[in-house]
T-cell receptor
């Protein structure tokens, strides 16, 4: 069964460093998302992406964050200058975007745990 | 605007007992509703979904949920708990028929199952 894949599973970085989290959404899906989950807290929406541009973003998604689809398969989240409070699990998701009732079902990857020291 | 409230951050049951995890939602538009399960150190797995078809929805691992518009609820149930059901459960809502819109999650309920 097709799945969303994320790499790496765990990323450790120093405060102030840039990190790039990578995701390969399900093939032929049209919408892509990033969410984060700080330890012990709920899953929070960061950004959605469609047709090579951001379609929606939350207040969390400030100027230090950016997303990109550099080729036909990868979807990346860049954090420009990491802070201690960026430590969290980051989830990528994708949806078909078409096809009746299933078009808005989000399929999640296993996540990347980011640890900022 | 949409929101989800999960009553009870922690639910404990005995193996074989009924599981009931509560979820109430608020939505200004017709919603799609979801339950996701998260096992320790793993990602989010879709348990079941309500997408405006049948109000009683069956999912994986014997779980089911009923959409009750009058009560704005989407509670998750399982007749008989198994040890392997121990996990974190999240209820989520999104506008129906609007692809690309954020999923709004509840704070989650930790289910513990004792033998």
């Amino acid at each position: 069964e097709p799945e969303v894949t994320q790499t790496p599973s765990h990323q450790v970085t120093q405060m102030g460093q840039e990190v790039i989290l990578r995701c390969v959404p399900i093939s032929n899906h049209l919408y892509f998302y990033w969410y984060r989950q700080i330890l012990g807290q709920k899953v929070e929406f960061l950004v959605s992406f469609y047709n090579n541009e951001i379609s929606e973003k939350s207040e969390i998604f400030d100027d230090q964050f950016s997303v990109e689809r550099p080729d036909g398969s990868n979807f990346t989240l860049k954090i420009r200058s990491t802070k201690l409070e960026d430590s969290a699990m980051y989830f990528c998701a994708s949806t078909p975007g078409k096809g009746g009732l299933a078009k808005n079902i989000q399929y999640f990857g296993a996540g990347t745990r980011l640890s900022v020291l | 605007a949409q929101s989800v409230t999960q009553l009870g951050s922690h639910v404990s049951v005995s193996e074989g007992a009924l599981v009931l995890l509560r979820c109430n939602y608020s939505s200004s538009v017709p919603p799609y509703l979801f339950w996701y399960v998260q096992y320790p150190n793993q990602g989010l797995q879709l348990l079941l979904k309500y997408t405006s078809a049948a109000t009683l929805v069956k999912g994986i691992n014997g779980f089911e949920a009923e959409f009750k518009k009058s009560e704005t609820s989407f509670h998750l149930t399982k007749p008989s708990a198994h040890m392997s059901d121990a996990a974190e459960y999240f209820c989520a809502v999104t506008p129906a028929n609007q692809a690309g819109t954020a999923l709004i999650f509840g704070k989650g309920t930790t289910l513990s199952v004792s033998s």
